[in-house]
């Protein structure tokens, strides 16, 4: 019923290195958004894409995050490089519209530890 | 600065009765939305209700809010073992365009002991 699909579920990477997350939401919804939560803490905004544009990423926390969405579709989230305070879980959300009626669905997550 | 606050932080109970979790905001809001998530999932949700919106109905669940007070409840009426979970309020705001976005609160952990 969420419409979106992340992958991969779960990661361990080494701090330094490169990770790149993927989210594919349901076709039809311009909608997609990046959120986190890292350990003991709440489920921050990251960004907002309409189609490909990026619409508000001012949740980004730093340059070492990047997030793509290639033609409209499927979006990418990179980390690099790695750091431990990445550790946390990255959910992907899409949504029709952004009216008073938008209901936003979320992905299951992938769930990132860097050690 | 933080916008959803929920309250409790935790709450236990046994099975059949019910649960109230309460949320509180700071600033204007266009819609209101509680989430469930159980352990290592994602993030489900439960309900929607919009800022002109006083008391909305899904099966056991029962949500207000309160625009005046900035605050929300869910009530999850006969809980059952597998409600338990956290539950989270998160606040949508349009601040212009098709700028829209949530902003979550901490979250409510609800234990249903059988």
Known sequence: EAGVTQFPSHSVIEKGQTVTLRCDPISGHDNLYWYRRVMGKEIKFLLHFVKESKQDESGMPNNRFLAERTGGTYSTLKVQPAELEDSGVYFCARSQDWTIRNTIYFGEGSWLTVV | ?114
């Open chain 2, 1 to 114: 600065s933080q916008q959803g606050e929920e309250d409790p932080q935790a709450l236990s109970i046994q099975e059949g009765e019910n649960a109230t979790m309460n949320c509180s905001y700071k600033t204007s809001i266009n819609n209101l939305q509680w989430y469930r998530q159980n352990s290592g999932r994602g993030l489900v949700h439960l309900i929607l209700i919009r800022s002109n919106e006083r008391e909305k109905h899904s099966g056991r669940l029962r949500v207000t809010l309160d625009t005046s007070k900035k605050s929300s409840s869910l009530l999850i009426t006969a809980s059952r073992a597998a409600d338990t979970a956290s539950y989270f309020c998160a606040t949508g705001l349009n601040s212009g365009g098709s700028n829209y976005k949530l902003t979550f609160g901490k979250g409510t952990l609800l234990t249903v002991n059988p």
